[in-house]
Structures are given as structure tokens and as C-alpha cells.
């Protein structure tokens, strides 16, 4: 069956690196997927990655994919108190169902 | 704005009523899909509608049914309402089978 697993938390310093991992079931999936939640706000795509890609980078945003052992990071550089959210990863088998992971809440301390 | 539209953005009843939420999907998206959003349980998948019809079913109670309209906009349907249903629904679209999901702010249900 389909399953997405993430950590439910993690803290970092203004600053620092942030790396968020997810692991995933379904080694069918077209597309890996980060979404944002922001308090009181609906889920905003971040980045996404196609299952043939081991790496995609847009500005502060680092993917990486090791589709052999089914695991998603999401690094976050010089992360920012405003990159404080509610991060999920989600796999999409296209056509199928979009399944989300429990989400990873980033808190950035001062 | 991700030009998908919830309604209502909260709402507040009584255990043993019912209610509808509606979606309204971006322009020309014929993929819409229903999540509920717990404190304690992240984000569960509802259901799927493609151009009207159901294409897929996840965790939704027998309580709850939902349809997508020919104009494409679409209502979840929650009864016999419990304490426990006070949840975010969210409603999310996408032009086809594939890509990226654009999703609604939500409705916040709250049973009293």
C-alpha cells in the first residue's frame, strides 16, 4: 500500500541548515512533491521532483532522491524565521491517489 | 491565491446535523480531490472526482458523501455529525491525472 513517513518536528537556528526527510512505499511513483502549510493558510507547492531526478535545486531549496532506498530530503539553506511551517512531503503515482505524509512542523529559533 | 474557492471558511453545528462544504476548482481543472485536516492526524485523503466521476476513495466515512457537478465545482457532504469530525476540509484541483495539486484555504468545521 501507499505510505508516506516523516518526522513530526524539527528545530533549527536562524541560519542554519534545515533538512527535512520523508520517506515513501509506492516505487511507482511519477512525482515526489514538498508542500508548505503556513498557519491558518491552505498547502502551497515548494518544489517538486521526477522520479528519474536524484537531485533539483531552485535558489535556497535542495531535493534530494534516493529512489533505491525510497527516501525524499528537502534542505532548506539560511532558513529564515518566516520558513516556519508546516512541511509535507507527497507522492504521486500519476493518475492514482496524491498521498501526503503527517508533515514535518519547522520551528526557527532566533 | 491558488484560484481554488472553499466555502464556507468556517463553520460552526451541532452534533447530529449535516452540513455541505463546496469547492470550486481552478478554471478548466477537472481533478478534484478532498482532504481532512485533524490536529492529531495530518492530512487524510477523501475522495477524487475526475470530470464527474469518482476515481478514487480513501478513508472517508459512511457519514460523508461527495459529488462533482457538471460545471465541475464540487460538495463533500458530512451527517450525522460527531465531535470528532471537527476537522480543516480541504478541496484541491489540477488540470488532469497529473501535476501539481492547487489547493483551497479550507473549511473549518467545528461540532459543538
Known amino acids: 500500500g501507499e505510505d508516506v513517513e516523516q518526522s513530526l518536528f524539527l528545530s533549527v537556528r536562524e541560519g542554519d541548515s534545515s533538512v527535512i526527510n520523508c520517506t515513501y512505499t509506492?516505487?511507482?511513483?511519477?512525482?515526489l512533491y514538498w508542500y508548505k502549510q503556513e498557519p491558518g493558510a491552505g498547502l502551497q507547492l515548494l518544489t517538486y521532483?521526477?522520479?528519474?531526478?536524484d537531485m533539483k535545486q531552485d535558489q535556497r531549496l535542495t531535493v534530494l532522491l534516493n529512489k533505491k532506498d525510497k527516501h525524499l530530503s528537502l534542505r532548506i539553506a539560511d532558513t529564515q524565521t518566516g520558513d516556519s511551517a508546516i512541511y509535507f512531503c507527497?507522492?504521486?503515482?500519476?493518475?492514482?491517489?496524491?498521498?501526503f505524509g503527517p508533515g514535518t512542523r519547522l520551528s526557527v529559533l532566533p | 491565491d491558488s484560484g481554488v474557492t472553499q466555502t464556507p471558511k468556517h463553520l460552526i453545528t451541532a452534533t447530529g446535523q449535516r452540513v455541505t462544504l463546496r469547492c470550486s476548482p481552478r478554471?478548466?481543472?477537472?481533478?478534484v480531490y478532498w482532504y481532512q485536516q485533524s490536529l492529531d492526524q495530518g492530512l487524510q485523503f477523501l475522495i477524487q472526482?475526475?470530470?464527474?466521476?469518482?476515481?478514487a476513495k480513501g478513508n472517508i466515512l459512511e457519514r460523508f458523501s461527495a459529488q462533482q457537478f457538471p460545471d465541475l465545482h464540487s460538495e463533500l457532504n458530512l451527517s450525522s455529525l460527531e465531535l470528532g469530525d471537527s476537522a480543516l476540509y480541504f478541496c484541491?484541483?489540477?488540470?488532469?491525472?497529473?501535476?501539481?495539486?492547487?489547493f483551497g484555504e479550507g473549511s473549518r468545521l467545528t461540532v459543538l
Open positions: 484541491a484541483s489540477r488540470s488532469g491525472l497529473g501535476g501539481e495539486l492547487f
Open positions: 509506492d516505487s511507482s511513483s511519477t512525482y
Open positions: 521532483i521526477f522520479s528519474n531526478m
Open positions: 507527497a507522492e504521486d503515482n500519476y493518475g492514482q491517489n496524491f498521498v
Open positions: 478554471s478548466g481543472d477537472l481533478s
Open positions: 472526482y475526475y470530470n464527474g466521476e469518482e476515481r
